[in-house]
Every structure is written in structure tokens, then in C-alpha cells.
């Protein structure tokens, strides 16, 4: 389990952010897991999110549907309908983030999509740490769950679950199988599928490698922005988000 830091009730703790996390293993403003040769510091307090913002406006994390005209939400860990059979996230949320940079990518994949009369569906995107553990300790397969020892793109805000619609019905195009689907059919290089449904995942694959994400291979529906390891791993609530300053 994650270690819970402390409510920031030191001086150190109004330090900008870069001595505050120098100084993380003394202060309790951000957790350091056990040992940060083998472990992420993850930052789990929004004061220190947003100072590190201040310093560095690209990691901003900025609600997507409202930033991407027509974004379909299906955002699977509010409710029972994932791997887990339990909702993750409280059952009111309706909304979901992505670092700026990620999101405007992503963008650009939806303005290209809507030029051919289709669009994306969101199952998920910024994941707290906290859930990611929880994930772990059900599924222990780096090939399907990421390893809280390293944290995940989805903890940096930086991952995106999702999937292609059609405009006209808001159906789903053929992928082969469902989200959450740990078996081979849903790897990128899965080839044993009809013809129509290997060309929705290229379509897919091709679009968000286009601008600048990279696929997970194992997960068809799984996408991350190159080169985000700069994005530290967060570990704050969703709701603590929701009508924040994000401009």
C-alpha cells in the first residue's frame, strides 16, 4: 500500500518546489516510497501541484471534454464496469484530465478524426497512484498493470484509454475485443482478426502516433505522450481537480 503523507503543517512546505522536493524525506509534504532508488516520489497534495505549475505551465492538468469539442466519456473506474467489478473512482465523476501537452495533442487527433465523421471515446485518463496499488495488488503482470515501483503514465497524466466512434450513432468501431481485456487479441500486434477490425486499430495506432503518442503494446486502447517522464506521479484525488484554476 502507498505510504500517506502527512497534512503540510511545517514551514518547509511554502519552499518552491523544486527544495520542497529536496527536502521530501523530511517534511512529509510528498511521499517517498521507501526508497527513491526503487520507488516514484509521488506528490499528493494539490499545493504542491500547483506550485510545481507555477513554475512550469505545461504541467498543467486540464479537464479534456472541456477543452476537446465532442469528447465521448465512458470513464470505466466510476462504476463496476471494468476489470475490477468495483468503482475506483466516486460514482458522480463525470470528468477527466491529461497534462496540457497531452491534451493538446489529443486534440489534434479528434480534429482530425471529426474531418472523417468519427471521434474519440475516453475510458480513462489521469489515474491517482493510490488506485494504480489497488490494481496491483489484484493483477500482478507488468503487461497489463503497471507497477507501482515505477509509477504510471495515467499517475503522471500523461496516458490515455480509448477508443473510435462513429458521429452519426456514437457506436464504437470494431476493435476485436473490449477494454480491459488481458489476453493476446488485445496486443498491437495481434494479427489473427478480420481485416475491417485490424484497420480500426491502424486507424487508431496511426492518428496518436501521428501526434505524438506511443501505443502500449499489449493494449490496443492504451496510449502515452513520448518523452513524459518529466511529469512527476500524482497521487490526487479527481474531485480535487474539478474547478481549479486550470487556465
Not at 39 to 45: G, L, Y
Not at 141 to 170: C, F, M, Q
Not at 189 to 202: H, I, K, Q, S, Y
Not at 227 to 233: A, K, S, T
Amino acid at each position: 500500500m502507498t505510504d500517506r503523507a502527512n497534512k503540510i503543517s511545517n514551514p518547509f512546505c511554502i519552499l518552491p518546489f523544486a527544495f520542497v522536493i529536496f527536502l521530501t524525506m523530511h517534511t512529509g509534504c510528498v511521499t517517498a516510497q521507501d526508497s527513491l532508488h526503487s520507488k516514484p516520489i509521488v506528490v499528493n497534495n494539490r499545493k504542491i501541484y500547483l506550485d510545481e505549475v507555477l513554475h512550469d505551465s505545461t504541467k498543467k492538468m486540464v479537464e479534456l471534454r472541456s477543452e476537446i469539442p465532442g469528447l465521448i466519456y465512458d470513464l470505466r473506474y466510476a462504476g463496476k464496469n471494468n476489470f475490477m467489478h468495483r468503482a475506483m473512482y466516486p460514482t458522480n465523476t463525470h470528468y477527466t484530465f491529461l497534462r496540457l501537452p497531452a491534451m493538446e495533442a489529443l486534440r489534434r487527433v479528434q480534429e482530425e478524426l471529426h474531418g472523417q465523421g468519427m471521434g474519440l471515446k475516453i475510458f480513462d485518463a489521469y489515474r491517482p497512484y493510490s488506485v494504480t496499488v489497488k490494481f496491483w495488488e489484484l493483477v500482478h503482470d507488468e503487461r497489463y498493470v503497471a507497477n507501482p515501483a515505477k509509477g504510471s503514465g495515467h499517475n503522471r497524466g500523461i496516458a490515455v484509454d480509448l477508443t473510435i466512434v462513429h458521429l452519426d450513432t456514437g457506436k464504437e468501431l470494431d476493435m476485436g475485443t473490449g477494454f480491459d481485456n488481458f489476453t493476446d487479441t488485445a496486443h498491437q500486434d495481434f494479427t489473427g482478426l478480420p481485416a475491417p477490425v485490424l484497420e480500426n486499430r491502424r486507424l487508431l495506432k496511426t492518428l496518436m502516433v501521428k501526434y505524438g503518442f506511443k501505443p502500449l503494446e499489449t493494449e490496443w486502447w492504451h496510449f502515452f505522450l513520448a518523452e513524459g517522464e518529466r511529469f512527476g506521479v500524482l497521487d490526487i484525488p479527481l474531485k480535487q481537480f474539478d474547478n481549479l484554476a486550470i487556465r
